[in-house]
C-alpha cells in the first residue's frame, strides 16, 4: 500500500513511518509547513521541518513539504481571534485537524494516487460491523482521541495510527533501537502560533484585536475589580482576576465581552446538568443513532479530564442538548464535548451558549 505519512519531527510520527516502513508499505513523509510566525511550542518551526526531513533520509523514505499557511491561517488562526472577540474560548488543535492534518491533507494525497494517510497520534481505529471506529489509545495518558472526534467514517477508511497500540515509553524505545534522530526529542506544548517567549496570548491577541478592559462583578452586580482584557478571560477561570482578598477562591461565571462585565461566584456556580452543542460531527449514521439512544454513553469536556455519565442526547435545532447524569462544572463556550462508548468515539461538538 502506498501510504502518506504525516511527519512532524517528533518522535510519534517518526516511529509511525518506520514501523509502516518495516511493514512493507511504500512510504512517502510529508511535513505540512503551517505556521510562518515564531513559535517556541515544539510544532511547526522550521527546525522541526528539518528533523523531519533528517529522519525520513535516515529511513530511507521520501520527504515532501506541503505549504498549507494560508489555509492555515484562514481556517485557524483566523477563527481563533475571531472568536475570543465573541467570547469563546477555541481549541485550535481540533481545529487543526478538522481542517488541515486530516480533510486537506487527505485530499492531497488521493489526488497523489496514495491509498492512505497516516499520523503519530495516539489514537486507535477499531474495524467493526457498523465500519471503522476511533479509539482510545493503548497509552491512557497519551491518549488524543478527543482532539480527533471530528474525523467521520470515510476519513477513518483511509487513514492509519500506528502507534496506537503502543506506550509513550516504547515509543521511544523503538526510535532508540533505530537511532532515529527525534528518540529524545520532547513533546510539543500549548498553541503552535503562539510563543510563550514573546509574551504569549495576550500579545499575539492584542496585535490583531483591541483588548478591552471589563469590571468584575459578583451575583448582586457589587464591583469587586477589574481585568486589563476582558477577551482573554474564560469561563472557570480562577486566576487573574483580581478578587478574593477575604479568602474565598471565585470564578469566572459569566463573561459578556460586549458590555466589559465578567460575574464572578463560587466553585458549584459552574455546575450544570447539561450543555448545548452546534457543530456536531458523527462517525456515521449509525453511530448518530447509539449516540441518541444514549445507553451506557460518557462525555469528555477536556483533552485529558475525567469522562461523565450521560443520561441523554436530544437533537435540537441542528445541534444536540446533552444532559448529565450528575451535576458536572460547565465547559467554556468553544470547546468540545466528546461522546465515547467506552473506548470507542461516536463524535462530538462545540460547546454554545445556552
Not at 509502516?20 to 527546525?47: A, F, I, K, N
Amino acid at each position: 500500500m502506498r501510504v502518506l505519512v504525516a511527519m512532524s519531527g517528533g518522535v510519534d510520527s517518526s516511529v509511525a513511518a518506520a514501523l509502516l516502513r518495516d511493514e512493507g508499505h511504500e512510504v512517502v513523509g510529508v511535513t505540512m509547513r503551517l505556521w510562518g510566525g515564531p513559535s517556541d511550542s515544539g510544532c511547526c518551526s522550521v527546525s522541526d521541518v528539518d528533523d523531519a526531513r533528517r529522519v525520513a533520509q535516515q529511513l530511507d523514505v521520501e520527504h515532501l513539504v506541503f505549504n498549507f499557511s494560508e489555509d492555515f491561517d484562514r481556517q485557524v488562526v483566523g477563527p481563533y481571534v475571531d472568536d475570543h472577540v465573541r467570547g469563546l474560548t477555541p481549541n485550535p488543535c481540533i481545529e487543526c485537524n478538522r481542517h488541515l492534518k486530516f480533510s486537506r491533507l487527505l485530499d492531497r494525497a488521493l489526488a497523489l494516487g496514495f491509498d492512505a494517510i497516516a499520523t503519530g497520534h495516539h489514537a486507535r481505529i477499531e474495524r467493526t460491523a457498523s465500519g471503522p471506529r476511533l479509539a482510545r489509545a493503548a497509552d491512557r495518558a497519551k491518549d488524543q482521541s478527543y482532539v480527533l472526534h471530528m474525523l467521520d467514517a470515510t476519513c477513518l477508511e483511509r487513514l492509519l495510527l500506528p502507534i496506537g497500540e503502543m506506550t509513550k515509553d516504547e515509543v521511544r524505545a523503538r526510535a532508540t533501537a533505530l537511532g532515529l534522530r527525534t528518540a529524545t526529542k520532547p513533546d510539543s506544548q500549548d498553541v503552535c502560533f503562539i510563543a510563550r517567549s514573546d509574551g504569549g496570548r495576550s500579545t499575539f491577541l492584542g496585535d490583531r484585536i483591541p483588548l478591552h478592559p471589563a469590571e468584575v462583578v459578583d451575583a448582586e452586580g457589587n464591583r469587586l475589580g477589574g481585568v486589563e482584557a476582558v477577551e482573554l478571560v474564560t469561563i472557570g477561570q480562577r486566576r487573574g482576576l483580581g478578587v478574593g482578598i477575604d479568602g474565598r477562591a471565585r470564578y469566572a461565571v459569566e463573561v459578556d465581552v460586549p458590555g466589559r462585565r465578567i460575574r464572578v461566584g463560587e466553585v458549584g456556580e459552574l455546575d450544570v446538568d447539561g450543555e448545548r452543542l452546534d457543530s456536531v460531527i458523527w462517525v456515521d449514521a449509525a453511530a448518530r443513532a447509539q449516540a441518541l439512544a444514549a445507553e451506557g454513553l460518557v462525555g469528555q469536556t477536556s483533552a485529558h479530564g475525567a469522562v461523565v455519565p450521560i443520561a441523554s442526547i436530544a437533537a435540537v435545532d441542528g445541534g444536540v442538548d446533552v444532559s448529565w447524569a450528575r451535576p458536572t462544572r460547565r465547559v467554556a463556550p468553544g470547546q468540545s464535548v466528546v461522546v465515547y462508548a467506552g473506548e470507542v468515539v461516536l463524535g462530538g461538538g462545540i460547546v454554545t451558549r445556552r
